[in-house]
């Protein structure tokens, strides 16, 4: 059974960076996408951005330029690097492992973002 779990979430204060990752148990093979999704307080959760099991990223307008995904096939890790976090970046973070049909997703993972 794939299990997808996403860590690195924390307290930061404007302007500073984070790393999330999320690992996928078992081996990521074939074509997958891993996408990363953002949920804030009161809203519904959004798309940040996508990597495919080629190396293709894509990002939301909210965070281009600021985030970026990278991933380590070896480790079965996908990661996002958020730089110049804002106080509207604060969410909780998931991690989605998409592969034919089936959708695996984490439970999140807490940013907040505040002096």
């Known amino acids: 059974q794939v299990q997808v779990v996403e860590s690195g979430g924390g307290l930061v204060q404007p302007g500073g960076s984070l790393r999330l990752s999320c690992a996928v148990s078992g081996s990521i093979v074939g074509v997958y996408t891993m996408g990363w999704y953002r949920q804030a307080p009161g809203k519904q959760r959004e798309w940040v951005g996508i990597?495919?099991?080629?190396?293709?990223?894509a990002y939301s307008d909210s965070v281009k330029g600021r985030f970026a995904i990278s991933s380590d096939n070896a480790k079965n890790t996908v990661y996002l690097q958020m730089n110049s976090l804002k106080p509207e970046d604060t969410a909780v973070y998931y991690c989605?492992?998409?592969?034919?049909?089936?959708?695996?997703w984490g439970k999140g993972t807490l940013v907040t973002v505040a002096s």
């Open positions: 989605k492992y998409a592969r034919g049909v089936m959708d695996y």
């Open positions: 990597i495919t099991n080629d190396g293709t990223t």
